[in-house]
């Protein structure tokens, strides 16, 4: 069985400040890791994905995340935060057991506001 | 050049109605998916179709009935509709040889 925990439901920072998500999971198997970002309406759209290649990923708009197996986390970072990095922030693992029809497990969300 | 296409975007019905809920993709992809984000934002996988067969069934109640026309297509049928389907329901689609997958816009459901 897989799972993800999200430690913070909402993390408020400034603009220009760092950011930092914090994931950990729990799997089974060797996991694939993402993280998706929502904007308010909007679908979901991919952010970084780790799949046992290096451990740091880079992703888009700035964002990378480091994958710690000993520690069994996934924390998302950025070195400053811009406002329209304000959305909602999923941690997601994929159940590699099932090559070709992975079964994703959502973490339940965090909030990103940035302050003027 | 929309990747993963729903329509309707927004859909709000009475109870006890029949609605379906359509999703396209145009990525060449064999794998399909349905999911469900509720008013906490939680998000939880209902179905997904390779190739037109029906992979995993997320124990759904049968009211819901995916339809895959084709690779390309994979639709939502909601029967007898309650208040505790509303919400946003997201198609994705993923190649197989690549673990993520990639989402729809959102059909926003709210029943009455």
């Known amino acids: 069985a897989q799972s993800v925990t999200q430690l913070d439901s909402h993390v408020s920072v400034s603009e220009g400040t760092p950011v930092l998500l914090r994931c950990n999971y729990s799997?089974?198997?060797?996991?694939?890791l993402f993280w998706y970002v929502q904007h308010p309406n909007k679908g979901l759209q991919l952010l970084l994905k780790y799949t046992s290649a290096a451990t740091l990923v880079k992703g888009i708009n700035g964002f990378e995340a480091e994958f710690k197996k000993s520690e069994t986390s996934f924390h998302l970072t950025k070195p400053s935060a811009h406002m329209s990095d304000a959305a909602e922030y999923f941690c997601?693992?994929?159940?590699?057991?099932?090559?070709?029809?992975?079964?994703?497990?959502f973490g339940t969300g965090t909030r990103l506001t940035i302050i003027p | 050049d929309t990747a993963v296409s729903q329509t309707p975007k927004y859909l709000v019905t009475q109870m006890g109605n029949d609605k379906s809920i359509k999703c396209e993709q145009n990525l060449g992809h064999d794998t399909m998916y349905w999911y469900k984000q509720d008013s906490k934002k939680f998000l939880k996988i209902m179905f997904s179709y390779n190739n037109k067969e029906l992979i995993i069934n997320e124990t759904v109640p049968n009211r819901f009935s995916p339809k895959s026309p084709d690779k390309a297509h994979l639709n939502l049928h909601i029967n007898s509709l309650e208040l505790g389907d509303s919400a946003v329901y997201f198609c994705?689609?993923?190649?197989?040889?690549?673990?993520?997958?990639?989402f729809g816009p959102g059909t926003r459901l709210t029943v009455t």
């Open positions: 994705a689609s993923s190649p197989p040889s690549l673990h993520e997958q990639y």
């Open positions: 799997s089974s198997y060797s996991p694939s």
């Open positions: 997601v693992v994929s159940d590699r057991a099932n090559f070709g029809n992975e079964k994703l497990t």
